[in-house]
């Protein structure tokens, strides 16, 4: 009997995962990415490498906090530098009144499982005495952590012989089950899974462009910095709460702003963007400085945006001018428009998948997505209930989302 | 006028001369390593120009000072390079920054900047020079005291001329019509606005990975150039000057004069260079200096076909293996001076949107203008052709930036030392086996102590980066781009801010 053979196009960390989790059961995988090798292209290459089970629906959460799991029990071998840190996310409040949003997001947590600890503000100070004195207090996150995305990608391709890699190329067409590339070469096999990030839906052809009618990935820019070796001031990954909240303020389709009280974060709506500030240590002894987000494609490097996220950092960690900074670059989010990741099948086709769209979450989500593709593709048992995710979730209302699963009760 | 001055160098006080970058005042202490590499090793400086930052140290309480650029002072505190400690006692001051308007901003102070800011200023522009050496004359003209005679009088008219300086500031960041500037002392930042912007900012040595080459006292053959005229003592001292072209010659004429015991090695052989004759013959102006140097080198050990294979010694270089034409050579050593030509230094010029040539030269036209409108570049960064070259180039620069038309003869005189610069090059072809000579445990990469075996296997640059982290420290890549193994990667990288990597921009008041 044949063994089994799949494609995956993209080796992010999302397509990569994917391919590990299809050849660990035996399978043969192709993989097709257009760049110069695995995890160096896109969200894989520009993001920070945070691994945060988030706030937000409780749906995400447990895709966070599953893929979280993954890569604390679960992840590719890789050296010291790269593999897995728990460095714990400390989510901070500016004022009273963010204070009590954190207790909010403490219940979410616990309704899930995640275990978080409330900080107050001198605790803070002992717990990272880099930060500002006059913070009101935060929520420790102490199993979130950090993976070197690059590495990580390419490791999961190694993981396993089975996986072939081409790399350098570039698809023209996809069909139910087949790719084929520019250089005439065409790629059969028993499905294929598209996980290229901010183009899944353009390089998908006609189906991609009428699940786009649905729903719509839009990428958002973000600028990051690093600082040099030996400016490791913080043990935990600071985020300032209200990150979701500007996160979501350059969405149309966002949930509405609230609070009209926060100053620096938020800009609803607006071109220009918001920053909020989200420090991660590195194991390299660096500090990686962001973020902002605004929409449309990375583009080069914007000063006043960089200068409008470092002072943003200043806020929380006053010493951070004082840190000398490396490099500066720009990267892109893909989000749908309604924050929730395509993950299954794509209306229409039987046998072409689709995994992208995690806005952000890439990292921290691929192993659990890359999971759950595998037990629906395979006809295992979901670990978690996948209808969150599938891409047909827009068209709920008529017969195109047909459980062809039932194995999720 | 030199006066004894006392520095403080981790915590123990040491009286030095004044009028010395902190570099050479520490070697003349006998300090040659100033760091310690991720992986542990000793560093210290290598081009002595700013480019490989690994001279750099913590100067009056500021981190990531490149000790080359900046001279002593009177109580300054230089400190090995610890981690920031995780308590921040204090306020975080940002320096007070200053917007300074000029018509014409000219990066760079060698010859081409400096006949550049001439050229310019005489017919009648604002000009400020930026320039990242405590001192104008770029890294040829480099002095300690009263600069060379070439220099005199440039530096002169362009003091008469009015031009401003901005000594001691790297350009960062920006567009043709500011740009942000940074000190290389303390950090302060300040803006330039301009109308238009010359850049002039030269070449920087070919460094060749090999055994050894990280060791302290393995320094670039226009480094030690620099250190000598910047007052490092060579006498009785047992140097190897090695690598190609005709600057290996000038390097040993000056340690010879200064009463080195010099051994040249030069990787080119006999019949390559003797192509140099012709031209020669055709370039009068060259023939009196050619002589003198030659008779100058009487009685120097010289190898041609030759070369470094590897250096050894603890802490710093005691040793070195040259391969001749006649088998091995061990040599013992008190310094090594090792480069390979020259590579231009384009950073800013790419940062500003110039068209850069697959060399690393920027394009510009017969009348020094780039692509992008408003910028001008002009000397060694277009194309190695020597200071008379670029002072001819600079003076066009300048007279185009005034908004005139350089006179034809001048345009003519240009062309010809092009011509030059391409014949010296034709001498001096790099060998291969001068191109292989790092095993697969010898760094490449001296900032994140990135060894050759580990990008062995990459095909492109971007891996080597992001998967093995070359040319991800401080100085950029400027040290390895010009190694074999970085040329055969394939991609191009995209040059973002910082363009040069800066001291932070505000500094810790400890509370009072």
Known sequence: MAIPHFLVVGAGIVGAACARELAREGNRVTVIDSGPGAGLQGGTAAGMGHVVVNEGDPDTLKLCLRGRELWRSDAPPMSERDSYWETGTLWIAEDEETLLQLEGAQK?????????????????????????????????????????????????????????CHFGVSV????????????????????????????????????????????????????????????RILDHHIVEAGYQKAAHSTSNHSISNHSTSHHSTSHAGSKSGSVACAILPRQTDQLCLGSSRRPGEPG?????????????????????????????????????????????????????????????????????????????????????????????????????????????? | MRDSICIHVDGASLRVESHQTVTSALMRSGISAVRKSPSGEPRGALCAMGSCHECRATVNGVRGVR???????????????????????????????????TDVAVIGSGPAGLAAACAAAELGKTVTIIDESPGPGGRIWSHRGSPPVEARPWIERARIAGVQRLQGYSVIDGKPEELKVASVKDGTRHRVLCSSVIIATGARERFLPFPGWTLPGVVGAGALQSLIKGGLPVSGRRL??????????????????????????????????????????????????????????????MYTSSW?????????????????PQGIKTLKVDGLAVGYGLIPESRVAAGLGCEIDEDGFVRVDEHQQTRVPGVLCAGESTGIAGSESALDEGLVAGIVSAGRNPRSRLLARVRRHRFW?????????LRDEVLQLAGAEDVICRCEDVRAGEIAGCVSRREARLIHRWGM????????????????????????????VAPPEARIETSR
């Not at chain 1, 943003?312 to 006053?318: H, L, M, Q």
């Not at chain 2, 001279?71 to 200053?98: A, F, W």
């Open chain 1, 108 to 164: 979410k947590l616990e309704s899930v499982g995640v275990v978080s600890e409330r900080i107050d503000g001198r605790q803070l100070i002992k717990l990272e005495p880099a930060l500002a004195p006059d913070l009101a207090g935060g929520l420790r996150v102490p199993h979130d952590g950090v993976i070197y995305a690059p590495t990580a990608a390419r490791e999961f391709l190694n993981a396993s012989p089975k996986v072939t």
């Open chain 2, 421 to 429: 610069g391409q014949a010296i090059e034709k001498a001096h072809p």
């Open chain 2, 240 to 301: 190897v000057v090695a690598g190609t072209g005709p600057l290996l010659l000038a390097v040993a004429k000056l340690a010879v004069s200064e009463g080195a015991k010099v051994v040249v090695v030069e990787q080119a052989s006999f019949a390559d260079r003797s192509a140099l004759a012709i031209p020669l013959l055709l370039s009068p102006s060259r023939w009196r200096p050619a002589r003198e140097l030659w008779n100058s080198l009487r009685g120097v050990e």
């Open chain 1, 172 to 231: 023209k067409n996809i069909g139910d089950g087949m790719v084929e590339l520019t250089d005439g070469r065409i790629f059969e096999g028993e499905a294929v899974i598209v996980a290229t990030g901010i183009s899944v839906l353009t390089i998908l052809g006609e189906a991609g462009a009428r699940l786009a009618e649905k729903v719509s990935l839009y990428p958002r820019e973000g600028h990051l910095a690093i600082t040099a070796r030996g400016t």
């Open chain 1, 300 to 409: 080069p490097v914007d000063p006043n945006m960089m200068m409008r996220v470092i002072d943003r950092c200043e806020r929380f960690v006053p010493s951070v001018k004082t840190l000398p900074i490396l490099r500066t670059w720009t990267g892109a989010r893909a989000a749908t428009s309604d924050g929730k990741p395509l993950l299954g099948p794509v209306p229409g086709l039987q046998r072409t998948w689709i995994a992208a769209g995690f806005e952000g979450l890439g990292i921290t989500q691929a192993p659990a997505a890359a999971e759950l593709i595998r037990q629906r593709i395979m006809g295992e048992s979901c670990t978690l209930d996948p209808w969150p995710w599938d891409p047909a979730r827009p068209y709920k209302n008529n017969s195109a989302l047909t459980k062809r699963e039932s194995d999720h009760a």
């Open chain 2, 308 to 324: 470094v294979t590897a250096a050894r010694g603890q802490q710093h270089v005691q040793e070195v293996s040259i391969r001749t």
């Open chain 2, 67 to 101: 000790t080359c650029l900046v001279n002593v002072e009177e109580g300054m505190t230089i400190e090995r390079e610890q981690p920031v400690l995780k308590t921040s006692m204090g306020v975080s001051v940002v320096h007070e920054t200053m917007s300074f308007e």
């Open chain 2, 473 to 500: 420290g401080h100085c950029q890549g400027r040290v390895c781009e010009g190694s074999s193994m970085c040329a055969a990667l394939e991609g191009s990288d995209s040059v973002r801010p910082p363009w040069t």
